[in-house]
């Protein structure tokens, strides 16, 4: 432990007036250092052998956009008086705290936070106090800790389904012949249908022959089959751009209250996917940053923790090589490709796919720019920049993309998405 | 150059959120500063006679609460004493307030002005506080009262300087052994 230097000079101070005091015959002076001695004398009793330790982590490990906390678990020594905190983490202000010490104790950190994905949090510089704050330990750190900060998976109720639903089952009412519990015609009885199938009242109306009495031809109903949809959603993690765009270069922190294109992309993937997940359908996720396996199409549970997973890690990471051909999809699968359209690259690949047959749904994740620290040069080439997005965009609508921007009126974007009826698949 | 620009205030960013440390009960630094210099000022105001020195010395205290001030204002109130007629209650106002200005310059010290202190910290500083006065002040009586008959033999002063030196050795060695 250390001496510390201002502590020192008081007990200094507090032996030379006792010792004037003695000298000079002023026992009225000489009491005035008597509380600062009994002080240090009383620490002295109760002085701690080491410092003690102080560790970090996580309370829970599925944290949600809003509210993080961790646990800053102090193990201390007995003598140890109290624990001086300072805990920062990278776009917060940091606070500090004394704490009592004495015993083994946890203490709750939490911040507020818009951001989603994975994040170094809650650095934790402490040093312990003994001997009446005489002496400290060296200052020491804890963490960061990397905490993942899940995106709040949005609901959503009628959602667009593909062109074609190639499943046998499924919640969907596709349009092959088959079991399932719309009506598709009344047929004539064939070999393959199933004798429940048979509608008598019909073939009774129908087959009957009125001079003999005889039955003649049955007919058999027939439903359209059911199956369930396969969706494939694609995540641009290439560019990763808050609201404030003087920041978009670099040397500007984005702010951790505020949303980037990345966190409302992971938004977005988590409530489509929650979305199609809920209604039985099987949900895929893929990076256009990143060339790795994507998380294959499948249903349930498991496979929304997977997408959960995967989506929290989802980062940009250098500057990847363009894709000569896009990512390989299963046939017939609805794309939702969630980017900013900031560049051709996302656009290219969305006109490739819709090209191939698929529906194509892009989600605009651009976030509600702000140019308030814009000087004007900056200001032209942001307008510029802008101008040439949206003409993508709405070239890309010519197409036969389906363009939807990520905000609070989404849901009924993609409701009327859901309605909107394109045949074939229309090129 | 566009002079408007000269006449309108640049945009500010705004404050970065704050970490919180969720402390069951917390006093803010502030108010303990506060406290301190409230203390400094209602206590030495009436003895000294005078606010205008208090007032300089709460003012040093609300923004460096550090124990080297405290030192400072420790010599400050000897020399007061030193150079008064002895007065009962002079002596047990300066022992009381330098007292409870170094117990909270001891809590408010390694914090910034927003800083938390926590309440059980508080308290228990509190009451050791409270033990060290009443020895202090039960200190200030029995020297008050020895006052009359104190002896006023060389040897006495001697030895007890003797005695001091030694505990001063005597610390200094303990420091030095656990010093690094």
């Not at chain 1, 129908?206 to 003999?212: E, K, P, V």
């Not at chain 1, 005889?214 to 609201?243: C, K, N, P, Q, W």
């Not at chain 1, 976030?367 to 900056?378: D, E, H, I, R, Y």
Request: proline residues 7%; positive net charge; hydrophobic residues 50%.
């Amino acid at each position: 432990m250390i001496l510390v230097s201002g502590a020192a000079a008081a007990a200094l101070v507090a032996v030379t007036v006792l010792a004037i005091g003695v000298a000079g015959g002023r026992p009225d002076v000489a009491v005035i250092a008597v509380p600062a001695l009994l002080t240090t004398l009383w620490a002295a009793l109760t002085r701690p052998r080491r410092g003690g330790v102080v560790t970090l982590q996580p309370t829970t490990e599925h944290s949600e956009t809003g509210q993080v906390r961790a646990q800053a678990r102090l193990d201390v020594d007995p003598g140890v008086e109290a624990v001086v905190l300072r805990v920062a983490s990278q776009g917060y202000r940091s606070q500090h705290a004394l704490v009592a010490g004495g015993s083994d104790r946890t203490i709750p950190l939490s911040l507020e936070t818009s951001r989603t994905g994975v994040h170094d949090m809650f650095r934790v510089d402490w040093m312990s106090e003994a001997f009446g704050a005489v002496l400290v330990t060296s200052p020491r750190k804890a963490g960061p800790v990397p905490i993942a900060v899940h995106p709040v998976a949005r609901p959503l109720k009628d959602m667009p389904l593909p062109f074609r639903l190639p499943g046998l089952t499924g919640n969907h009412t596709s349009r092959r012949v088959g079991e399932g519990y719309e009506t598709h015609d009344v047929h004539e009885f064939a070999p393959g249908d199933r004798l429940r199938r048979i509608d008598w009242r019909v073939s009774a109306r129908r087959a009957i022959d009125l001079s003999t009495g005889r039955l003649g031809t049955l007919y058999a109903r027939r439903t359209f089959a059911t199956a369930d949809a396969t969706v494939m959603i694609v995540v641009d993690s290439r560019d990763d751009v808050g609201e404030d765009v003087s920041a978009w270069a670099g040397g500007v922190d984005v702010r951790m209250d505020e949303t980037t294109s990345l966190d409302v992309a992971r938004e977005a993937a988590a409530a489509i996917a929650r979305a199609y997940l809920d209604l039985g359908d099987r949900v895929g996720l893929d990076d256009l940053g990143r060339r790795r396996r994507p998380v294959p199409p499948a249903a349930g549970r498991h496979q929304w923790e997977r997408i959960q997973q995967r989506l929290v890690r989802v980062a940009p990471e250098g500057w990847p090589d363009r894709r000569q051909r896009p990512p390989q999809l299963p046939s017939g699968a609805l794309v939702v490709l969630c980017s900013t359209f900031l560049d051709d690259e996302a656009a290219r690949i969305a006109r490739r796919w819709r090209a191939f047959g698929h529906r194509v749904i892009a989600v605009d994740t651009l976030p509600q720019v702000s140019t308030a620290f814009l000087n004007g040069f900056q200001e032209t080439a942001l307008r510029l920049v802008l101008l040439a997005r949206r003409q993508r965009l709405r070239a890309l609508g010519r197409t036969g993309v389906e363009i939807v921007a990520w905000s609070s009126s989404t849901a009924v974007e993609l409701h009327a998405l859901s309605r909107t009826r394109m045949p074939g698949g229309r090129r | 150059m566009n002079l408007a620009n000269l006449f309108n205030p640049a945009p500010q960013r705004r404050q970065r959120p704050p970490v919180s440390i969720d402390l069951e009960h917390s006093v803010p630094a502030w108010l303990l500063r506060g406290a301190s210099a409230a203390v400094i000022v209602l206590g030495l105001g009436p003895v000294v006679g005078d606010l205008v020195v208090p007032l300089l010395v709460a003012v040093a205290i609300v923004i460096v609460p550090h124990p080297g001030v405290v030192a400072a204002l420790t010599l400050v109130g000897a020399g007061y004493v030193w150079n008064q007629p002895p007065d009962l209650l002079v002596c047990a106002v300066f022992v009381l307030v330098l007292h409870a200005v170094a117990t909270l310059a001891r809590l408010t010290a390694p914090l910034p002005p927003t800083g938390r202190v926590e309440s059980r910290l508080v308290l228990r500083a509190l009451a050791g506080f409270a033990v060290i006065q009443l020895l202090a002040q039960a200190m200030v009586v029995l020297a008050f009262a020895a006052m009359a008959g104190m002896p006023t033999f060389s040897w006495f002063a001697v030895l007890v300087l003797a005695g001091i030196a030694a505990a001063v050795v005597a610390g200094v060695r303990w420091v030095g052994r656990h010093t690094q």
